[in-house]
């Protein structure tokens, strides 16, 4: 089945480390997005990314890197910058057609120890 | 100013009742298209319906259609015949023609939380 594929499902950090989540997809999609979910809010763009080692900063891009290796690999770094790093973390693709919806993974739950 | 706005923070349905959730826009651009998406407590989030500024009909998929009113800038989910399982949050997002070249990216509200209660 395609999908999108996030992992791990729950990360711990520590004070100054950097945490990288994984985000892979199979469905031939070009875009891929980073969003962020605070609780009881709506989802923030931090990156995204049109075609393979090209990526642009969305809202919230400070504290975060990406890279864009492959079309199928989308790694989101939370960087010892991100002061509030706790949040759900969301990787999206799409075509880029403009009807086309984004096919969301399952998330990323990230939190400070 | 707020692109998407979603008033209803929490409704509640009673099960096989019809249900309709807000979300008001504001955008510019001429080209547009609303989406609607479903996240259940474990957190992914599931695309409903799609909406094009230019579309003349609303949108319907199964039990869920669009009302959609562009003078007015509203693009309100309606769910027919609420089960159980509809319980979830639900994200109105806009895509505006301006960022089409720009990965498209969505514009979220910020959700309203639908109980169904049986």
């Known amino acids: 089945d395609g999908g999108i594929t996030q992992s791990p499902k729950y990360l711990f950090r520590k004070e100054g480390q950097n945490v990288t989540l994984s985000c892979e997809q199979n469905l031939n999609h070009d875009a891929m997005y980073w969003y962020r979910q605070d609780p009881g809010q709506g989802l923030r763009l931090i990156y995204y990314s049109q075609i393979v080692n090209d990526f642009q900063k969305g809202d919230i891009a400070e504290g975060y890197s990406v890279s864009r290796e492959k079309k199928e690999s989308f790694p989101l770094t939370v960087t010892s910058a991100q002061k509030n790093p706790t949040a759900f973390y969301l990787c999206?693709?799409?075509?880029?057609?403009?009807?086309?919806?984004?096919?969301f993974g399952d998330g990323t739950r990230l939190s400070i120890l | 100013a707020q692109k998407i706005t979603q008033t209803q923070p929490g409704m509640f349905v009673q099960e096989k009742e019809a249900v309709t959730l807000d979300c008001t826009y504001d955008t510019s651009d001429q080209s547009y298209g609303l989406f609607w998406y479903k996240q259940p407590s474990s957190g992914e989030m599931i695309f409903l319906i799609y909406?094009?500024?230019?579309?003349?009909q609303n949108a319907t998929e199964g039990r869920y259609s669009l009302n959609f009113q562009k003078a007015r800038k509203s693009a309100n989910l309606v769910i027919s015949a609420s089960q159980l399982g509809d319980s979830a949050m639900y994200f109105c997002a806009m895509r505006e023609a301006r960022f089409y070249n720009q990965g498209g990216k969505l514009i979220f509200g910020q959700g309203t939380e639908l109980s169904v209660k049986p």
């Open positions: 999206a693709s799409s075509l880029q057609v403009s009807n086309q919806p984004q096919h």
């Open positions: 909406q094009g500024s230019y579309d003349e």
